[in-house]
């Protein structure tokens, strides 16, 4: 009897840590909602029809992959109502022929290192061509010349990424100056092909940085950009 009592305790106080450490994660991330009202979720199934012969009933995806960014906006705010509208601002012009949705990303990192989920996880985010419907979004405010991205972010970035790939099937971390090694790939389903635009973001010291505290996810190196048949 003393036993099972013991074996009680014990339960209770693993699910008790469980649920301790599950506050401490979920305090790490502030909701900060960007507008998904009817007119987003319309453009968003559009984009993935048009873009990439996908028809959903819903705008959610299946994470495959983490994308690194930068705003290359100097405040949280400036960048947060950069994404928050359904529709693309006038001045996008290179990327309104392929469609009116919005970019926008999952995650949006302050320079001292704050995270703030803009959308559900596994909703569909315009962050990266050809990826969308496979890709998380992690955005950091700052990336110019003046404001280059401080350690507090790559910090943040290094926990978001293990926090992810905790809970999705991630297959790789990239730099979204990276995105068209993918072209060829079984993820990437763009299906213009003159639809790329030309990035540098999140700049290779701070995606070296944090691909270099995750070894122990053991994710898949980026492709190369010929690839063989292997995928």
């Not at 950069?82 to 990303?105: H, I, Y």
Request: net charge positive; with cysteine; proline share 5%.
């Amino acid at each position: 009897m003393r036993g099972k009592i013991l074996s009680m305790k014990y339960s209770v106080l693993i699910i008790g840590f469980v649920m301790f450490l599950s506050c401490k994660t979920s305090s790490k991330i502030i909701d900060k909602p960007i507008v998904f009202d009817e007119e987003r979720k319309t453009l968003t199934l559009e984009y993935l029809s048009t873009r990439y012969g996908l028809e959903q009933s819903s705008p959610t995806i299946d994470p495959k992959i983490i994308v690194l960014h930068w705003t290359n906006i100097p405040t949280l705010q400036e960048s947060f109502d950069a994404f928050k509208d359904s529709k693309l601002p006038n001045w996008r012009p290179e990327l309104v022929n392929a469609s009116g949705l919005n970019v926008s990303s999952q995650f949006l990192v302050d320079r001292d290192g704050k995270i703030y989920r803009l959308l559900p996880e596994t909703t569909m985010a315009r962050h990266v061509i050809g990826l969308n419907h496979a890709a998380i979004g992690i955005e950091n405010v700052g990336g110019t010349k003046e404001l280059p991205l401080t350690e507090a972010q790559i910090l943040a970035n290094i926990w978001l990424v293990k926090y992810l790939a905790s809970k999705y099937k991630i297959e790789y971390v990239i730099g979204h100056y990276e995105y068209t090694n993918f072209v060829g790939h079984k993820l990437w389903l763009e299906k213009d092909d003159g639809y790329r635009t030309e990035k540098t973001d999140p700049g290779s010291y701070f995606l070296n940085r944090v691909k270099s505290a995750i070894t122990e996810l053991n994710l898949k190196p980026t492709p190369t950009k010929i690839l063989s048949n292997e995928n």
